[in-house]
Every structure is written in C-alpha cells, then in structure tokens.
C-alpha cells in the first residue's frame, strides 16, 4: 500500500503542476474567466492570480517559513505513512491528499516564490485557490474522518488489554460495561 501511495502522491503533484502551468501559460495574471454562470449569478470562474502568503495572503514574505514548515509535515507525513503501511487504504489515500497537496504548492514557493491560484469559487467571498489546496482540504478531512470515526486501533488495543492471560479477571460491572 505505501508504493501505491507514493505513486498516488506523484500523479496528484504532477496534476497539479500541469494545471498550474497551462494557467500561468493561457490565463494574464489577474483576468477572470467565467465558467459557470446562471444570468446575473456566478458561480464558478478562473482566476489566474499569485500569492506569496499562505491562505487568504497571511504571511506574505515569509517565504523561508512556508517553505520550511511544509517541508518538515510532508517528511512527517511520508514517514508516518511508511509506519503505517498495513493500515486501512482510505487512511493511505487522505494521506497521500495531504502530502500531494503540500507538496505541490511547495514546488511553487521555491520555484516562484509564491503560488499560483487560479479556482474562483463566486458564491462566497472566498479567496482564490487551487488543485493542490483541495487535496489538503480533502485529504485532512478524510484524515479526520478515519481518526474520528474509523481508526479501530485504539479499540483493538484496548480488547487486546482486556483479554491478555496476565490480566485479571473481569467483573460483573465490567462485564455489563461492555
């Protein structure tokens, strides 16, 4: 599964750059092109813009710092997938999302010293993002979800304690407890 992975991660990088590089070829810095429009109601456009900071232009000029911390998570995350290798695939993929996803706007921050955002989402008064932004988003929800709601480590853990030869054992409230 960690191979897999690692191939999940390169395809999600290499779509990402790909995107950014036929954005930053066809689209003027700053024009806005509407794609998905209802009459007056826009919902969706491109929107071919730079960002030098991290989400919403925070920390602009900080550029060692988003390079450094991103790079430290994604060795994290890469070394905490090897660890993890045997476990659950839905826990390897929203990880794989999370580091494809870091890693892709990492690329940009050392290449450009900055980002290329491009995905205009109209209904809110949202900043502009891009392929990579939504595999952190997805990939830390995902995460949070398998944490949450499906991670059984814990629990198999716990039996493993319960049910060990040395233990003692249970009582009639424990019993009922379970």
Wanted: net charge negative; aromatic share 12%; glycine share 6%.
């Amino acid at each position: 599964m960690f191979v897999f992975s690692l191939v999940l991660i390169a395809a999600l990088i290499a779509a990402d750059q790909i995107i950014k590089l036929i954005v930053d070829a066809n689209l003027e810095i700053g024009r806005v092109v509407e794609v998905i429009k209802f009459g007056d109601f826009k919902l969706f456009s491109l929107s071919h813009v730079r960002n030098s900071g991290a989400a919403w232009s925070m920390m602009q000029g900080k550029t060692w710092f988003l390079v450094g911390v991103p790079l430290v998570i994604c060795g994290l995350g890469i070394w905490y997938m090897y660890k993890r290798r045997d476990n659950s695939r839905f826990e390897m993929v929203s990880l794989s999302m999370l580091v494809a996803g870091g890693v892709g706007n990492l690329i940009d921050r050392v290449r450009l010293h900055e980002v290329i955002d491009y995905i205009k989402f109209e209904p809110f008064n949202f900043p502009v993002f891009n392929f990579a932004d939504i595999c952190v988003v997805v990939g830390a929800l995902m995460f949070a979800v398998y944490i949450i709601f499906l991670d059984k480590s814990d629990k198999k853990a716990a039996k493993s304690e319960k049910s060990a030869p040395d233990s003692e054992p249970a009582t009639k409230e424990q019993e009922s407890d379970e």
